[in-house]
């Protein structure tokens, strides 16, 4: 056997450290204890509650029949009260993480990408079980799914196995240990749980995210709505903004120039953002103004 030398030993409290900061960091502070609170913290980060609620037609909180617009058609968000005859309210743990990790419905059915697996995958067995945990607690509602209106070929579930084939990356996040606490949580927020790319990278004909733009703004953004560049770029990206200002939009719905914003981005704030810690969304922005800047001017 072979003997540790110091190099080993030194690794390996790095990776104990590091797995301990994991276990302490990555859910909401005081919530760790209770998957309940965790998870009503999740939902309101995973912004659930804005994607599936129909605000527009008074509908009730988390039972879907929000419309979603994509370029081929409608998507309508689902119910996932714990109705147990048109929410999730009889779904295992096993086909809540199926559906969470692998874009797979409890009759075995492909996901459409409109709902974020594709992030989701991302997320921890615990947090995923949490958001569920809490999901069981709110108030069943009875209301049917809508089927997507989209147009041929897209509106056929098959072409999605080769869709998952080119695009998506199944597998759970991982922390980077040569980065510190606040990145990591940083990253895993953004790249899991509040899916930041989905919605402010452009998209390909396909409907697949173009990984050499990531995060640089789509022009045509869910609902048809433009989804600025959020990249440190000083021209056409968020460059000169501080980490101050970046954490007041999320809190607030206001930029540095006293603006706010509207549509989809407002919603996802009151009714996300706006509810998370200071600590994450500080995190959040430590993240942003990591990535590497791309000059990527939306009109």
């Not at 989701?120 to 509602?141: C, G, H, N, Q």
């Not at 996040?173 to 790319?197: D, E, K």
């Not at 452009?202 to 048809?224: H, N, Q, S």
Request: proline share 7%; glycine share 8%; net charge negative.
């Amino acid at each position: 056997m072979r003997r540790k030398t110091r190099r080993d030993k030194r690794y390996e409290a790095v990776w104990l450290a590091l797995a301990l900061w994991t276990v302490v960091h990555l859910s909401p502070a005081g919530a760790a204890e209770d998957p309940v609170a965790r998870g009503k913290y999740l939902v309101r980060a995973g912004l659930c509650i804005a994607c599936h609620t129909d605000y527009k037609n008074k509908g009730a909180e988390l039972a879907g029949g929000y419309a979603i617009e994509v370029p081929f058609g409608k998507i309508y968000s689902t119910n996932i009260t714990p109705d147990p005859e048109t929410g999730i309210g009889g779904w295992s743990d096993e086909e809540f993480l199926r559906a969470m990790r692998e874009g797979i419905g409890r009759r075995g059915q492909h996901l459409f990408p409109a709902f974020p697996y594709t992030a989701f995958t991302r997320m921890s067995d615990e947090d995923i079980l949490a958001l569920k945990a809490y999901l069981s607690t709110v108030k069943p509602v009875r209301r049917e799914n809508r089927e997507p209106e989209l147009t041929v070929p897209f509106n056929w579930r098959f072409l999605l196995a080769g869709w998952k084939w080119r695009y998506f990356n199944e597998g759970a996040w991982t922390p980077n240990p040569r980065r510190p606490a606040q990145w990591n949580r940083g990253a895993y927020l953004v790249q899991a749980v509040t899916h930041c790319a989905e919605c402010h990278t452009p998209r390909d004909w396909a409907g697949g995210l173009k990984p050499e733009l990531l995060m640089a703004g789509a022009a045509d953004g869910p609902e048809g709505e433009t989804a600025p560049n959020i990249t440190p770029h000083e021209k056409t990206g968020v460059g000169d903004w501080s980490v101050e200002d970046m954490v007041e939009l999320l809190k607030s719905s206001y930029k540095p120039d006293g603006d706010n914003v509207q549509g989809l981005m407002e919603r996802v704030v009151i009714h996300g953002y706006e509810h998370m810690t200071d600590e994450d969304l500080t995190a959040i922005a430590v993240y942003l103004r990591s990535l590497p800047p791309i000059d990527n001017r939306i009109e």
